[in-house]
């Protein structure tokens, strides 16, 4: 399963579900891939640590080589790094990816990253985050993942830019991936106990849109796990924000 988190507004927490979801995938027994494509490079942070050498390979090389008329490229695979983490690894961002879009949007290279995930083997699950503007990379992902999740604060400008987001992934899938599927969004930063929150998630449940039951709260633990490259599953695995996740994770895959 190829799961994109996606959404074109910064802060709405796409790097800490992909990888506290892609945590809890690999510690129920799943090989798990992360692969970041956002220039920030977050959830390679997260994952493999702030100080930790660089990867040999990134993501940016495997986006280098498909300029290249070679015959041999190294298969997708072969740019992910072991995390200290047992069955997930992480294919790391690199700054280089945003020098790199004019060539791949010129070379019309949209498809190179859903033909090499396709021949991927080896992982139960795969996880991509996704930089928060509907670029070469958002759309690439887009084009080669089966479902996206949409992470979504409760405000004002959240809930207009989700019905844009919403348009564009539905033109994303007429065009070029009818096979995508929306699987759902995620209120992430939820306080059950705040008026506007509540008012909003409930309008727009009364609209139809796919909100899902599970909801992620706020805690400064969260942060902590981010200071200390350590998903909540493994930091604090009684916490409620962990228990969140899992019941989140339960939910996507089928198992609640």
């Not at 100080?51 to 041999?72: G, I, M, N, W, Y």
């Not at 190294?74 to 983490?85: D, H, I, M, Q, W």
């Not at 992620?216 to 350590?230: A, D, L, Q, T, Y």
Request: hydrophobic share 40%; charged share 25%.
């Amino acid at each position: 399963m190829k799961r994109v988190v996606f959404n074109q507004k910064g802060g709405v927490g796409k790097t800490t579900i992909v990888c506290n979801l892609a945590a809890i995938a690999a510690s129920r027994g799943l090989r798990t891939l992360v692969i970041d494509l956002d220039t920030q490079g977050n959830s390679t942070q997260y994952l493999l640590g702030a100080d930790s050498a660089k990867p040999d390979r990134t993501v940016a090389d495997f986006f280098e080589a498909t300029l290249s008329f070679s015959l041999q490229s190294p298969p997708f695979v072969s740019y992910a790094t072991n995390s200290p983490f047992e069955n997930l690894d992480v294919v790391a961002a690199d700054p280089r990816l945003e020098e790199l879009t004019v060539k791949l949007e010129a070379k019309q290279k949209i498809y190179k990253f859903r033909d090499a995930l396709k021949k991927i083997k080896g992982y139960d699950a795969i996880f991509i985050d996704t930089p928060p503007a509907l670029n070469f990379y958002a759309r690439s992902a887009l084009i080669a993942a089966d479902r996206v999740l949409i992470p979504f604060d409760c405000d004002e400008f959240s809930r207009q830019a989700l019905y844009t987001l919403v348009d564009n992934i539905e033109e994303i899938r007429g065009d070029h991936n009818e096979d995508l599927e929306i699987e759902g969004i995620v209120v992430n930063q939820f306080q059950s106990r705040s008026k506007l929150p509540t008012r909003v998630v409930e309008e727009l449940k009364a609209e139809g849109r796919p909100l899902l039951d599970q909801t992620i709260s706020s805690s400064v633990r969260v942060k902590e796990s981010h200071e200390k490259h350590c998903p909540m599953v493994y930091l604090e695995a009684s916490h409620r924000v962990t228990r969140e996740y899992l019941a989140l994770w339960d939910a996507l895959s089928g198992e609640a």
